[in-house]
């Protein structure tokens, strides 16, 4: 994940996930989706959503594991916001 500031004073947070839609090869036909989340610099943390990304196998989370070309993999990303 990168980090940078923009010109108004947010932090910006974003990555990228490629997705392949052969389940062993990659191939020239995967799609890449831009993930990217903003918040004022200075917003208290109290205030700051929090952002969790998980992966899962078998719906299990991995957690530094290798994973095989072809498993089938769960991306989870959940924001839960501060503000009620």
């Known amino acids: ?3 940078s500031a923009t ?3 947010e932090q910006e947070y974003f990555n990228t996930i490629v997705l392949e839609p052969h389940p062993k090869l990659v191939t020239g036909h ?3 989706f831009n993930i ?3 918040q004022p610099k200075n ?3 109290k205030n700051a959503p929090v952002v969790s990304m998980k992966i899962l196998r078998d719906g299990q ?3 530094g ?3 095989k070309i072809g498993d089938p993999l769960i991306l989870n990303i959940t924001i839960e916001s501060k503000h009620r």
């Open 61 to 63: 989370e991995l957690s």
């Open 30 to 32: 995967g799609k890449g």
């Open 1 to 3: 994940m990168t980090t």
């Open 36 to 38: 990217r989340c903003k």
């Open 7 to 9: 010109e108004n004073g």
């Open 65 to 67: 594991e290798h994973v």
């Open 43 to 45: 917003l208290p943390n």
